[in-house]
């Protein structure tokens, strides 16, 4: 039944979001602030997409989510028609990631991860459903599979590989073929490692204009699954000094950053990695914005960021425990998983631990696709928690 109760709202989650939405704006700002004093609007846009996605949070809270179910292939084939039309617009920086519309543009990939787990937990939830049929595994595999092929053919591989964290989180509850997927996931991290090896010592341009005796003593061919971009931040990620005018300067700016903030910071506006320059002004308010974070306020600003996200995603853990029904219980475990690794992902890549991605970090990255799609996904975690199993 449609309808809010306030009795019912999660309002620790509700607080943490706003919180968190507040505070987005004012690190954006200060991304954007110069020694000039000339600022950017990108704040204010940033409120307008969070008004934006507030209003879509409390429809979705009040949108009983047990319907979705009934619609999810509906949604699920609305995401994938996106994903197809991205294609049919020009490309942006080389890739085509975004619906150019009037007055704002639209990334699908981002509303693509919320379809695929409304589908797959509708279809595994579904009554009578034999998880330990093969075909079950295979339908599953297809509609996690299409999306993540038309996201990585954009080309948006870190969008793409969220699918996976997320699909095999539902699907291990379940115990869809858990030893298949236990195997799975072994291979793939050898072939990560091994791709990783390849990548370092493959043949390069300047390798290649080297004389045969100063060459290094292992060279690999070329790999051909990756583009150049994409091999680079795993090179820059693997060695120091690789493309110090490019990614590799992004890593270490970003590392500096966060490093000289110390335990508290060097205050609100204060940051020079940011102010400066340093830190690229194109990335700064987007997928490094811990960076600024971290550097205005220190350890424990950025400690007091991950707490705030420690009780987000509590509460959406929450939920997905107390829900009164099995769909539920999956997609607000399948949206769990989803916030957990673009924290985990964008904070991981800041301090240098992981490979530099295009990841934004939920309610603070500037974005507006981003921002709704977040929004979006935490209204149905309340939709769950509105109608969630007494105790």
Known sequence: MNGITLKRVDWTMLGTILLLIGLS????????????????????????FAGMGLCAYGALA????????????????????????????????????WILLPGFTLQPSELGKIA???????????????????KTFYTCFAIVGLPFLLIAAEPDLSTSLT?????????????VQRRFLLVGIAVVLVFVVASCFWIKFEKTDAIEAMPPAEQPAIVLPRMPFLEDYQKGRIKVFLSNDHDMAGAGWSKLQSQIAVGSGG???????????????????TVAPT????????????????AFFILLYTVLLGRCMRVSLRSRDEFGRLMVLGISVMLFCHV?????????????????LPLMSYGGSFMVSTMIALGLVQSVYQRRRNR
């Open 25 to 48: 704006a004012v690190f954006v700002y200060s991304a954007q602030f110069k020694s000039d004093d000339v600022v950017g609007s990108n704040w204010m846009k940033q409120l307008v």
């Open 116 to 134: 695929v787990v409304i589908a797959l937990s509708a279809y595994l939830a579904t009554p009578g459903r034999d998880v330990d049929d093969w």
């Open 287 to 302: 997928d490094f914005i811990f960076c600024v974070i971290a550097e205005e306020t220190g350890f424990m600003g950025g």
């Open 163 to 175: 699918l996976a964290p997320i699909s095999l989180a539902i699907m291990l509850y379940m115990g």
């Open 263 to 281: 335990l508290y910071g060097k205050g609100y506006l204060k940051g020079t990695q940011n102010i400066l320059g340093f830190l690229p002004r």
């Open 344 to 360: 985990f992902v964008n904070i991981a890549m800041t301090i240098g631990i992981l490979p530099i991605t295009g990841l934004p």
């Open 62 to 97: 009040w949108f009983d989510y047990k319907r979705l179910a009934a619609f999810s292939w509906w949604i699920y084939g609305a995401a994938v028609l996106l994903l197809l039309l991205v294609f049919l617009f020009p490309e942006v920086n080389g890739a085509h990631r």
